[in-house]
């Protein structure tokens, strides 16, 4: 679980860093554990929205190769989610909006679904009959 909580970060610290240098933005911290509504009028709050389901994205093939199995998906994502839920909640305090529980519902959706659709699709592969023979010859 440590495993995947920090490529969370790190991925998310990334590509918010690289955004923002881009486009110009400031780069800190509390971005990282925001708690404002992304469709407040700032231009940062748009980007990092669409940062956070990039992440969804890139955090779904990790955590096929972490996890590797369709049953355990879910509740990896959950408990990423719950521990990057508290810190947001600790660090910037809860969050006064709707739209902020709503889209972070929406992230934790997105990377369900994908990670479990990328194990999946890992999962039904084909098992070649003569990696087998191999295997048991050995």
């Given at each position: 679980?440590l495993?995947?909580?920090?490529i ?5 610290s990334?590509t918010?860093?690289?955004?923002f240098t881009i486009?110009?933005f400031?780069r800190?911290i509390?971005?990282l554990?925001?708690t ?7 231009a ?7 940062i ?5 994205i ?7 190769v972490i996890?590797?199995?369709t049953?355990?998906?879910?509740d990896y994502?959950l ?19 709707c739209n ?14 994908l990670?479990e659709y990328?194990?999946?699709k ?5 098992i ?6 191999n295997?048991?010859?050995?």
């Open positions: 679980m495993c995947l909580q920090s969370y970060y790190s991925i998310c990334f918010i860093f690289l955004i486009y110009g400031p800190n509390k971005y554990f925001n404002t509504s992304y469709f407040e009028g700032e940062v709050l748009l980007y990092l929205f669409f956070h389901i990039i992440n969804s890139i955090m779904s093939y990790f955590i096929k996890v590797k199995r049953k355990k998906c879910l994502v408990s990423c989610y719950l521990i990057h839920f508290l810190l947001c909640s600790i660090i910037s305090g809860l969050s006064k909006s902020w529980y709503a889209c972070f519902f929406l992230f934790v959706f997105l990377t369900i679904i990670s990328i194990c999946y890992e999962d039904i592969k084909e070649r009959i003569s990696s087998l023979r295997e048991q010859d050995e």
